[in-house]
């Protein structure tokens, strides 16, 4: 049989796939014969009329044989016209030409207008106006009827061939084990992230995310793997320490959301991570692809609403959502004034998503000094020390201890400055008055900052801000802030949650409005005056 690393697809459009083989060290002169099979899960393709350009006038007409069953189902079908009806047809079968019913279904649309991609929407496709179209059995003269559509048995089916061989792999690195230091683990998720970050440096990922283990031992020969040969990898490592784990099969937010029908999943799982469960039966996540991703940090386009658990021993599968764990970030900032400059002290903690991306911020810069430079330039501050905690590839906490000045607007007797210190938010992403489609957010987030400013000798509060407290219709998106004055000190103490990653277009004000509070906050001020 042809070895599976040496068959390639080519996407022609949407739906239509073109597969290619190499066959080793053929000579001229000789014969082949090629036997293939199609395993094919469901027989769908969509009608996507919408795109990047308008459409004046859209028609599709489709006739289905009595003998086949279809699925056919208008996606934002108030811009799709249907007519359907049945009629005498005919159609050739086995060299044969047959009488039958079919069914007309004729769709069109008018006028429809453009959708353009933009950096708060994943896959634009989602939002596209269609109608999909699937094949769900057939039913031929004198013949039982044959399902097509995909159940859930068949899906887990076709996941346990996939990976059957899997189970058997045995650790590629077994005389370097030696090597791991678990020294520093305080629970099953910081060993994890010992074994990935152990994989990653004896495979760099090449880039490709999928499902298909492909030629491991190629792989570990030429150290560049998919995502998925990394994750195998590392089952093999952890099944040696005993760490029980399994694949998941997800699709990537990129490709487009799956609807929860196994015959439309089957042909959009597109990549695979590891699930494994700790002593208190909580599930948990790892992908080895990204550097600086630990457990219940997957990349981000990995976040999804579904994914596949196949339990490759048992013969067993179940479902559950990636996207559900918050990531935090939490900054305590004390302040005092003198000469017109804030001289500040801040303790700052960061976990899973906030984490991971500090540290390829940070890894992404020269050195130190290079990574104090910028964050110095883009702030407008001057760090006196900094010290990072955590910073070891795919720690779910990192903690920043920095002490930095940075000068505040003051006349002779009148200070300004934000109690904010660093503002988060200062311009809102969403200035269109309306939106065609939904909003969505890399990851799930709660970020709350404590400031405490010393009120200078010789100075009283002029003003102070408004408190504020502001959240969407269901309470995913929301925002407060309060001051308040004890003794000598201002203390604002400012919490923003954002509970979900999609937000339905119908919420596009709330979230717009949401968003402008944010940023008038960000930049309040507090007036300080001589007494």
């Avoid at 007409?61 to 016209?81: A, C, K, R, Y």
């Avoid at 658990?309 to 067993?316: A, E, G, L, P, R």
Wanted: hydrophobic share 35%; with cysteine; net charge negative.
């Amino acid at each position: 049989s042809v070895d599976r690393s040496l068959i390639f697809h080519e996407k022609l459009a949407p739906g239509f796939f073109l597969c290619k083989f190499s066959i080793p060290k053929v000579i001229e002169g000789s014969v082949i014969e090629i036997e293939y099979e199609i395993d094919c899960h469901t027989m769908t393709f969509d009608w996507e009329i919408q795109g990047e350009y308008p459409v004046l006038r859209g028609e599709l007409d489709l006739t289905l044989p009595e003998f086949f069953s279809f699925n056919v189902t208008p996606i934002d079908s108030e811009h799709i016209e249907l007519e359907q009806k049945v009629e005498r047809s005919s159609m050739s079968m086995l060299n044969q030409l047959i009488n039958c019913d079919a069914t007309i279904i004729k769709a069109s649309v008018d006028r429809m207008p453009s959708l353009h991609d933009d950096d708060y929407v994943f896959a634009i496709s989602d939002y596209y106006t269609k109608l999909n179209v699937s094949l769900i059995g057939i039913q031929l003269p004198r013949q039982p009827y044959q399902p097509l559509a995909s159940t859930w048995n068949d899906l887990s089916a076709h996941f346990h061939n996939e990976w059957n061989e899997m189970k058997k792999l045995k650790n590629p690195y077994q005389d370097q084990m030696q090597s791991l230091d678990f020294s520093d683990c305080k629970n099953i998720c910081d060993s994890v992230n010992v074994c990935a970050d152990f994989v990653a440096t004896r495979l760099r990922w090449n880039g490709v995310y999928n499902t298909n283990p492909g030629n491991i031992k190629k792989a570990i020969e030429e150290q560049s793997a998919s995502n998925a040969q990394m994750n195998f990898v590392l089952m093999s490592i952890l099944k040696d320490l005993g760490i029980k784990c399994n694949p998941i099969a997800l699709c990537t937010r990129s490709s487009g959301v799956v609807t929860a029908a196994a015959s439309m999943i089957a042909s959009s799982l597109n990549t695979m991570a590891l699930t494994f469960i700790d002593s208190d039966n909580n599930y948990h996540f790892i992908d080895c692809s990204d550097d600086y991703r630990g457990s219940d940090a997957l990349p981000i386009d990995m976040l999804t609403s579904f994914g596949l658990i196949i339990d490759i021993n048992n013969q067993q599968y179940h479902t559950m959502t990636t996207h559900n764990d918050v990531s935090s970030s939490r900054r305590k900032i004390d302040v005092e004034i003198i000469d017109g400059v804030a001289h500040c002290v801040s303790d700052i903690a960061l976990t899973r998503q906030e984490a991971a991306e500090f540290q390829h911020l940070y890894h992404k810069s020269l050195d130190h000094n290079h990574f104090i430079s910028e964050v110095e330039s883009q702030f407008n501050i001057d760090i006196t020390d900094l010290t990072l905690q955590g910073m070891k590839h795919r720690s779910n906490n990192v903690r920043i201890n920095a002490k930095f000045d940075k000068a505040v607007a003051h006349t002779d007797s009148v200070i300004y400055i934000n109690p904010m210190i660093i503002p988060e938010i200062v311009s809102n992403p969403f200035l269109a008055e309306t939106r065609k489609v939904g909003i969505e957010f890399p990851y799930q987030e709660e970020s709350t900052i404590v400031s405490t400013i010393k009120i200078p000798d010789g100075y009283m509060i002029d003003e102070l801000p408004s408190a504020l407290s502001i959240r969407d219709t269901n309470g995913e998106l929301s925002f407060t802030y309060n001051i308040s004055v004890s003794d000598n000190n201002i203390m604002l103490i400012c919490r923003r949650k954002k509970l979900s990653t999609i937000f339905p277009q119908n919420v596009y004000n709330d979230i717009r409005l949401i968003y402008d509070s944010m940023v008038d906050k960000n930049t309040d001020l507090i007036v300080l005056k001589k007494k």
